[in-house]
């Protein structure tokens, strides 16, 4: 790749021209240092699990690892594998979540409260917990017991899956893959990826698919309802998108990472007068704080912070000269950021023990401690400001103007109270479908070329884009979430975004909020009469990157989403997987992946498959 093939994120290219020029690493250089990469490993064909290898498949002769494992059940082993990763990822991220509500319940979370009792008493409803004469407090303790009773095992069922279309659940009975428990599932997949448990690639994959679906449905679920329970369900606003989010003259702290636990609070340390008069004091004009990533999502949709960036430019916020700090959790940081950072005066700060990061700033955060960890850090940033070079600041561009905050309850306020008028819409053919268009950057694709070329080609053809996590802010970046942005699309979709003043794409919020997709599928399917697999809906990952992607991918496929990828996984040496996954499955439940690289071709698959949809339901 040569430098200008990096993105087509306008304000990051004079950032990477600038690395080239000084030599300062970034992830695109390390990727051209692993080229070429180890063809067995790309095709899913090394095995490394146990010490009678590492072996390989090389055929014609090696056709089997040690252990007697064919190219088949290597490669379905590693995609278990990831599956349960991703899952797991999500789901711990969602149990953080809901173990804060019950702390807040019991009165050892005193710095958190509830934002959306509303939400929270419908969520007690639907968990069977009578809520009239309890108290909110109250409340949140039982529904954070009883939330946290599904990730064991004991009731062999989750509760959320019963949002899903009747027919869909018994498509999930009838395959066998009705998960039982969100650590269950995750636990039985590694079970079945220790050498001389599972055989079948058949079986293993259909485990996949079970586990995925504890994690869209469960964990994934639990983490944003609760998630809008401590911090608001999200509601229509305007912000800003890209690196020209920092501000010159301020002290900048960017939050990087996934759980709201901690940036919410890192929202309200930055407002206290004392920090504030502190970063005064130390010549800045105020305290800028900027999301990154997917907590970044999480605050853009219910806070309206700015956000500076997604996946490839977290090297490149650093790199601006003008960031005092980078607080991070969990998921999709770089362990080298503190490598990055050390060429700048940058402070890498981690919080999280499950993450800690050799020469990062360890803060020990948890809810019980929240606030007061938060300002500590915040303090830290500030008095970092003296230290920072103003020769070496380059914050390139201005910022781009986005519309956030569509959650279903606010899709459904725009709409007037339901998703009636979309449906008819849908029905007329002003809108031929939707597509939920989610993931992370990859080096292996341009940075953001393959979300935003998708989204234009399936907007011009009047199919509706919702949209999360780096795909979203891809697509913020391109000026593609606000309403003038329906200039781009089909005739039809643009008069019906023209009279809503809505944005042909919509922001959904961060990777767990993949489940506000599901429930969105679930409430047209539910009001249609038929199971998600007949609604003329997709799903797309163009730059997919991460195990929690696949796990992702997975569970659109499994609850009857035909989901097309832009990079292809570690499956190649099997041709039987590579069909099961692309055509067995349609089988089992009614959809399909898809793998296609080039987004234009991709926009037409997926173009198709919505045709054939409405054709189904006589539309
Ligand atoms: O969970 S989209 S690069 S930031 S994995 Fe990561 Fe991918 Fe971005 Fe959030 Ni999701």
């Known amino acids: ?332 940081i770089f362990p080298s950021l503190p490598r990055t950072a050390s060429c700048f005066h940058t402070l890498i700060v981690s919080t999280s023990p499950k993450a800690k990061i050799p020469g990062s700033y360890f803060f020990d955060f948890s809810p019980d401690k929240g606030l007061v960890t938060a300002k500590a850090i915040v303090r830290m940033a500030v008095e970092n400001f003296k230290n920072r070079n103003p020769a070496r600041v380059n914050i390139p561009g201005s910022p781009v103007p986005l519309m956030t905050g569509f959650s279903n309850e606010a899709i459904k306020k725009a709409l007037g109270g339901s998703f009636k008028p979309l449906i008819n819409l849908i029905a007329a053919g002003k809108i031929r479908g939707a597509v939920g268009i989610v993931g992370c950057n990859n080096p292996h694709v341009k940075h953001d070329y393959g979300h935003v070329e998708l989204t234009k080609a399936l907007i011009k053809k009047n199919i509706l884009c919702v949209e999360t996590g780096c795909a979203a802010i891809a697509s913020g970046k391109a000026g593609l979430l606000m309403p003038s942005a329906a200039a781009m699309a089909g005739d039809d979709l643009r008069a019906v975004c023209e009279s809503l003043k809505i944005p042909p794409v919509l922001h959904m919020g961060s990777c767990v909020d993949n489940s506000r997709i599901l429930v969105l599928a679930a409430e047209l399917g539910n009001a249609l009469n038929v199971p998600i697999h007949k609604l003329p809906i997709a799903g797309a990952a163009p730059e997919w990157y991460s195990q929690k992607a696949v796990s992702i991918g997975a569970y659109f496929v499994a609850s009857g989403v035909y989901t097309v990828l832009g990079v292809m996984p570690h499956i190649s040496g099997s041709p039987a997987v590579v069909s099961l996954l692309t055509d067995g499955l349609k089988g089992a439940v009614n959809a399909n992946f898809a793998v296609e690289p080039d987004p234009v071709k991709a926009a037409d698959l997926i173009a198709d498959h919505i045709e054939k949809k409405r054709t189904g339901l006589g539309i």
């Not at 939400?119 to 917990?129: D, N, S, T, V, Y």
């Open 1 to 332: 790749q040569k430098k200008k093939e990096r993105t087509i994120d306008e304000n990051a290219k004079p950032l990477i021209e600038m690395a080239l020029r000084e030599g300062f690493e970034t992830v695109w250089d390390r990727y051209e240092m692993q080229q070429p990469s180890c063809k067995y490993c790309e095709a899913g064909l090394s095995c490394a699990r146990c010490t009678m290898g590492p072996c390989r498949i090389i055929p014609p002769h090696r056709i089997r690892g040690v252990c007697g494992a064919d190219a088949d059940l290597i490669v379905s082993r590693n995609l278990l594998d990831m599956i349960a990763t991703g899952s797991a990822a999500h789901s711990d991220h969602g149990r953080d979540i809901v173990e804060t509500l019950y702390l807040v319940g019991m009165g050892t979370a005193t710095d958190y409260g509830i934002a959306d009792e509303d939400k929270l008493r419908l969520l007690a409803q639907e968990f069977g917990i009578a809520n009239d004469k309890k108290s909110a407090k109250e409340i949140a303790a039982l529904l954070g017991r009883a939330m946290l009773e599904e990730y064991g095992m004991t009731r062999n069922t989750l509760q959320c899956l019963s949002r899903a279309p009747k027919a869909t659940q018994e498509i999930w009975d009838a395959a066998g893959i009705t998960p039982r428990g969100i650590d269950r599932e995750v636990v039985d997949s590694m079970h079945r990826v220790q050498m001389g448990v599972g055989a079948d690639y058949t079986n293993i994959l259909l485990q996949g698919l079970r586990c995925s679906l504890s994690d869209g449905w469960g964990g994934s679920m639990l983490g944003t309802d609760v998630s809008d329970v401590l911090f608001g369900t999200p509601s229509i606003r305007e912000s800003k998108v890209n690196l020209a989010v920092l501000k010159k003259d301020h002290v900048n702290i960017a939050v990087h990472g996934h759980n709201p636990v901690l940036s919410e609070m890192v929202v309200k340390a930055v407002t206290d007068p004392e920090l504030v008069a502190l970063a005064k004091k130390n010549g800045a004009a105020g305290i800028n704080l900027v999301g990154l990533c997917c907590t970044g999502s999480e605050l853009l949709m219910r806070k309206g912070v700015p956000m500076s960036g997604n996946h490839l430019n977290q090297e490149l916020v650093i790199m601006t000269g003008a960031l005092e700090a980078m607080i991070v959790d969990y998921q999709c």
